[in-house]
């Protein structure tokens, strides 16, 4: 059965404080992985795709990896305002699996 | 990028009444998606809706109660039947956006829903 974990669950970090977000599954037939925030009440935010080990996407703070079993989502020197759940989701040609998010608070 | 609008936002409703969320899409899209996400809880898909074909759905997911439209390329509805408080979910419309190096799922802003 396919499974995704994402860890940890509620992470609160100091503003510039750097960290890593973790997202470990078991798909058949994956084909690459998406990464999502999402704002309290609204919609995923689209952030990132990944298709293959040792893949790299940065965008501002953000910088996802991916290797064959796990991808992370490091943050390098966090605002307030990435404050937000940070979703993971591995697909395959049939389907997304969205795992159940870790939810990010950055204190000034 | 595609650019998703979702009505209504947000509502409350009664018990027993039905609800129609629409969705529209800035460009025209092959596949479309309805998902819920309950409380607390990550995103289950409904169905999938392709133009001028019947919606698929996931199991545990029946036509009688989120019966689906897709009229064209750029538009889908979906309808909560016969609400109760367990209905009671962010729904959220998503398309296959097909760039030139693969392809992205992207999201509307969700419609949220409270059934009292």
């Known amino acids: 059965e396919d499974q995704v974990t994402q860890s940890p669950e509620a992470l609160r970090l100091q503003e510039g404080e750097s960290s890593s977000l973790n997202c470990s599954y078991t798909?058949?037939?994956?084909?690459?992985l998406f990464w999502y925030r999402q704002d309290p009440g609204k919609g995923p935010e689209f952030l990132f795709t990944l298709y293959s080990a040792g893949e790299e996407k940065e965008k501002e703070r953000l910088k996802a990896t991916l290797t064959k079993k796990e991808s992370f989502l490091h943050i390098t020197a966090p605002k307030p305002e990435d404050s937000a759940t940070y979703l993971c989701?591995?697909?395959?040609?049939?389907?997304?699996?969205f795992g159940t998010g870790t939810r990010l608070q950055v204190f000034p | 990028s595609a650019v998703i609008s979702q009505k209504p936002s947000r509502d409350i409703c009664q018990r027993g009444t039905s609800l129609t969320i629409q969705c529209q899409v800035d460009?025209?899209?092959?596949?479309m998606f309805w998902y819920r996400q309950q409380p607390g809880q990550s995103l289950t898909l409904i169905a999938t809706a392709n133009q001028g074909s019947e919606a698929t759905y996931e199991s545990g997911f029946v036509i009688d109660k989120f019966p689906i439209s897709r009229p064209n390329l750029t538009f889908s509805t979906l309808t909560v039947s016969n609400m109760s408080p367990e209905d009671s979910s962010i729904y959220l419309c998503s398309v296959e956006d097909l760039l030139g190096t693969g392809n992205t799922i992207y999201f509307g802003e969700g419609s949220w829903l409270t059934v009292v």
């Open positions: 989701a591995p697909f395959t040609p049939d389907k997304l699996i």
């Open positions: 798909v058949s037939g994956l084909r690459g």
């Open positions: 460009s025209q899209v092959t596949m």
